[in-house]
């Protein structure tokens, strides 16, 4: 069948691969630019492995992209509804554009905070990794943060690297309920991780932090999970934005504007639905309704709402433990959990079906199902 429409999807994460992977498989009618700064897709839900040398996290993006993808290997650097210009000052014309740039760490947020080192992205993770190799034995390394990053990746070095001095500042699992918050204390403790709970850190310093009770503490490498912040292309480019930079998108993912931008991923905030966690599972649902979006507004059509629900929040703690926290629709944690040694298979089976099931849909198969007039209703379900 002849192309008909041109879609150049920005950036090849979770969300814009999903994407431009159910454009091409249900619609022969369209053709897919994927722009992404390089060739390989990183599977950022493992970078605390990679720095901690337990872990590799990347993938050729020709294993995961449908054959008719084109990948072009570039930066966009400005965003208009029907073009994207490229470093080279290029410009790509297209019918729509998907916005899928994804998020990094947020910086600026703790007085020398340049000085941290971060797992948000591979060259970040990568020099962390090498800190951590050529690092004497006893090193004081602090990790700033008790989420869920914070916990995976203390968790990851204190194990790989129990020569090492690791305090982690925060409160751990702060959301969670007090049954899985008392045994990640416990997994803490027989890793040896101690931790600063309650305590803030206010200032980074070359060889210390310190914290908001005035105290400071040794700390050769200091690790900043805290908080992830997004690329600023959106504002740059004079697109709806909310204060953060994220692309204001509506509840069908069309850009509030009303234009043929589409966004989907850790870069948008959706109106009106604040419980769009940023996260690998939410990325990938997004991505796949943002591709019936774009497809209902190139045929002309009302694009439907996204209805989201989350189930579980799957947290690894070191190789051989973890914690599946079951959770509300609207992601509120419940009381039901699974913690220990049976969490860690599941957790490793989640992220490595997640990538099974991208190399799936890059050969047509394994995609939810299409919502739309004609589809039965039904939610996504976020495992
Ligand atoms: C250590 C760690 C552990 C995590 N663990 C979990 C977990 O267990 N579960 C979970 O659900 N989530 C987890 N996350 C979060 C998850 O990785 C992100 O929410 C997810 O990657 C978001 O997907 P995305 O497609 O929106 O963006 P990304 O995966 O960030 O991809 C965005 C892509 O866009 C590209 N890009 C950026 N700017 C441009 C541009 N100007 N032009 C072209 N391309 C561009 C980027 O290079 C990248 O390839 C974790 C994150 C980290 C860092």
Redesign the pocket.
Known sequence: MATQFHVVV????????MTANRLLAEHPEVAVTV????RV??E?????QVAAGSGTATHDLSDLLHPRAILLV????GIEPNSVSLTDGTTLQCDAVVY?????SASGTIAGDERAFS???LES?TVLREALLAANDGTPVVVIGGG??GL??VTELAQAHPRHSLLLVGDPGAELPPGTRRYIRRRLDDLGVRVRAGARVTRIDDHSVRLDDGSEVPAALAIR?AG?SV?D?ARRSGLPVDADGRLRVRRTLQAADGTSLVG????VTVEDNDHV???????LP??AHGADTVWNLLQGHEPEPLSLGFVS????LGRDRGVVQFSARDDTPSKWAVRGRLAAPV?EAV?RGTIRTMQLQARGLAFPARRGPDAPARDDVLA
């Not at 920005?10 to 691969?17: H, I, K």
């Not at 899928?100 to 990094?104: E, K, L």
């Not at 929040?313 to 690894?316: A, G, H, L, T, Y």
């Open positions: 920005v950036g090849a994460g979770y969300a814009g691969v722009v992404n700064p390089r897709f990183v950022r839900v493992r970078l605390h570039d930066s966009v650097v899928a740039v994804g998020s990094t797992v948000s992205d993770a869920l990053t995976e990746t999970t992830f690329p292309l989907v991923g850790d870069a966690r940023m996260s690998c599972q939410a990325a997004l991505g929040r799957c947290i690894s957790k992220v």
